[in-house]
């Protein structure tokens, strides 16, 4: 098998986890259209991955969706940043 072969199934294989999870969070996010909005895009990055013509589209779209979710620190506890944050009334 080449390496360019290896890479295709790689690639598509990937894609292929990122669009079921994306599904996932998509349908779990009803009224959240930040998260819906986030999902979608990283759905659409997943999909133009696959294509070799566009794997650096497709790339740099699920970079861009990855980047902005990243976790980070919410009042000392480890949180994804997507996540609506609540306020305290105090």
């Given at each position: 098998m080449s390496a360019p072969r290896i890479l295709g199934?790689?690639?598509f294989t990937f894609s292929a986890l990122i669009l079921l999870a994306s599904l996932q969070t998509l349908v779990a996010a009803h009224a959240d259209h930040a998260i819906a909005l986030l999902a979608t895009t990283e759905?659409?990055?997943?999909?133009?991955?696959?294509?070799?013509r566009t794997q650096w589209l497709g790339a740099a779209l699920l970079l861009g969706v990855f980047r902005s979710c990243r976790?980070?620190?919410?009042?000392?506890?480890?949180a994804s940043c997507c996540t609506p944050r609540v306020r305290s009334s105090s």
């Open positions: 199934c790689y690639r759905i659409a990055g997943a999909l133009i991955l696959c294509w070799r976790p980070c620190r919410v009042n000392g506890q480890l």
